[in-house]
């Protein structure tokens, strides 16, 4: 079955410091792959996306994600983080035919100023 | 912002009610999807409609029905609630279905308290 882990559900990081939220993923093929911020009280906003090609995607806001078949993983990365990002980020994979996402449970970071 | 609108922005109601949830997709996207955040089971996918028609389900609970109409907006209806349906509820759309794979863009979201 599909599924997506997120493990760390909370993280906590001082502004200006790097940031890497792990997501890994199963599903039997290539998967499509989403990361997606919740800033409280808000919708979701697409952040990166994964179809094909390249494996390191960049996104909005200044994050970027690498995709790593071998290891089924899809982490968020940002060099310096901005008190502006604390929010919640959830991991998503969807595949063709199945029309819908799962979601991984999310990971809530704090920035320290 | 998405595009995608949801209306009311919160509804507070009781056990054993019934209420309806609105989603406007973005222009032009012909798939909605419906989905559900609550603390307990996090972000799950209830139902997608494709240009009408009912194309996928999830978790949704036989008390819960949703529809597409011909301008494409969509409604998801609760009824008979119980404490446990207290979560928000977003509304998604994307460009197709099947054929290709598009993202998804989120509403707002509808925040449903149950007394």
């Known amino acids: 079955a599909q599924s997506v882990t997120q493990p760390d559900i909370h993280i906590t990081v001082s502004e200006g410091a790097s940031l890497e939220l792990r997501c890994n993923y199963s599903?039997?093929?290539?998967?499509?792959l989403f990361w997606y911020v919740q800033s409280p009280g808000q919708g979701l906003q697409l952040l990166l996306k994964y179809f094909s090609g390249d494996t390191l995607v960049q996104g909005i806001k200044g994050f970027e994600a690498e995709f790593k078949r071998s290891q089924s993983s899809f982490n968020l990365r940002k060099p310096s983080v901005h008190w502006s990002d604390a929010a919640e980020y959830f991991c998503?994979?969807?595949?063709?035919?199945?029309?819908?996402?799962?979601f991984g449970t999310g990971t809530r970071l704090k920035v320290l100023a | 912002d998405s595009g995608v609108t949801q209306t009311p922005k919160h509804l507070i109601t009781a056990t054993g009610q019934r209420v309806t949830l609105r989603c406007s997709p973005r222009s032009g996207d012909l798939s909605v999807y419906w989905y559900q955040q609550s603390l307990d089971q996090g972000l799950q996918f209830l139902i997608q409609y494709y240009n009408g028609e009912e194309r996928a389900k999830g978790n949704i609970l036989e008390r819960f029905s949703a529809q597409q109409f011909p301008d494409l907006h969509s409604e998801l209806n609760l009824s008979s609630l119980e404490l446990g349906d207290s979560a928000l509820y977003f509304c998604?759309?994307?460009?197709?279905?099947?054929?290709?794979?598009?993202?998804?863009?989120f509403g707002p979201g509808t925040r449903l308290t149950v007394l």
């Open positions: 998503a994979v969807g595949a063709l035919g199945t029309y819908k996402y799962i």
């Open positions: 998604a759309s994307s460009a197709y279905s099947g054929l290709s794979y598009n993202e998804q863009f």
């Open positions: 599903y039997g093929a290539t998967p499509y």
